[in-house]
């Protein structure tokens, strides 16, 4: 039986939740949100169980990542309770609790520590790109994405998925025949390279657009630069790949950035430092591997060496702090919530 906290609204004001005590239960969220059903009744049942602290409940439910925040339900909420937030705010908790490092619950709850990290990164990247020559630091680059991918995936990523399968699969005691894992994995990629939930959100077609654009932006960027060696390449298609998919990645962060800073719509009032690293990283990221071809083919690069070391930090302090312990996780869990979610049903 799950024990009560009533501590626990403390803790999840860390993780940015906002009022959502005011809620008298009027169930006009859940009436509003276009992705609450009968069987997946949300969000007002993870606004209880919030409200009264069921941690463990809180842990076991996937409820938080099956919704896509469209805002609806902080819009036409009579008390102001910001129940939308409030499902943001326990993704960021139950991240921080399916990671075993714990990290990402400190970086989350601390924004000096989270600076702190990315002054950490940008200092090492400094210091070792003084300390040797230009081909030097442009091979170790290259091969820092792949360790960094492989390494951050085994050691960190997986381990956090097998603890959210722990806690929404194995200790609720849901049976699940190994068959049935199998035959449900196309619904895990099926959601990773789509997040096709999100289109059963009213009037969120563009926003959807956006968000596939950039994931297949953002992991054809990874491909080409990972495998097929972007800046290292001469291949003339691999070339104009890259340039066209790190275009994609930075001009469409750009509406990203400028929605997170205007906070002109209900899925950017309340952003947190993680939400805005998020963005603003992936966009740095993307304009600077734009740049560093376009000086490498301009034949530029080593006398500006420091647009590659720009470059390189922003690589490191994204594959070190943002993937792992950040909001980058957000996509990899939704996904595997989807999958689960399948699991779970009969």
Not at 27 to 49: I, K, Y
């Amino acid at each position: 039986m799950s024990k009560i906290n009533p501590a626990f609204n403390k803790e999840l004001e860390k993780y940015g939740s906002v009022n959502y005590n005011a809620c008298y239960n009027c169930g006009t969220c859940t009436a509003v949100c276009s992705l609450s059903t009968e069987e997946d009744s949300f969000p007002r049942e993870m606004v209880r169980l919030s409200a009264l602290g069921l941690e463990d409940d809180i842990k076991a439910s996937l409820k938080p990542w099956e919704c896509y925040y469209c805002g609806d339900c902080s819009t036409h909420c009579p008390q102001e309770a910001n129940p939308g937030e409030l499902m943001m705010s326990l993704r960021r908790y139950l991240t921080a609790q399916y990671d075993w490092t714990g990290l990402s619950g400190l970086l989350y709850k601390s924004l000096p520590l989270s600076i702190a990290a990315f002054i950490l990164t940008f200092v090492g990247v400094i210091l070792y790109a003084l300390s040797v020559d230009f081909d030097e630091l442009m091979e170790v680059g290259h091969l820092f994405e792949g360790i960094a991918i492989a390494t951050i995936g085994l050691v960190i990523l997986m381990p956090n998925i097998a603890r959210m399968w722990y806690f929404t699969i194995l200790k609720p005691k849901v049976n699940v025949p190994f068959v049935k894992y199998i035959h449900s994995m196309g619904e895990l990629f099926v959601h990773m390279f789509t997040q096709k939930r999100a289109l059963g959100c009213d009037d969120n077609q563009l926003r959807w657009f956006e968000h596939f654009i950039l994931v297949i932006g953002y992991l054809s960027l990874l491909f080409t630069t990972v495998v097929l060696d972007w800046f290292g390449t001469s291949n003339l298609f691999v070339i104009i790949l890259g340039y066209v998919m790190s275009a994609i990645v930075f001009v469409v962060t750009v509406d990203f950035v400028l929605s997170r800073m205007k906070k002109n719509k209900e899925v950017s009032k309340h952003s947190q430092p993680s939400d805005i690293f998020f963005v603003v990283w992936l966009f740095f990221m993307g304009l600077s591997a734009f740049m560093v071809r376009l000086f490498i083919d301009l034949d530029l690069l080593e006398i500006n060496k420091w647009l590659y070391i720009f470059h390189l930090t922003v690589l490191v302090q994204w594959a070190l702090i943002i993937v792992p312990f950040g909001k980058w996780t957000h996509f990899l869990y939704r996904s595997f919530a989807m999958y689960f979610a399948k699991l779970k049903k009969a």
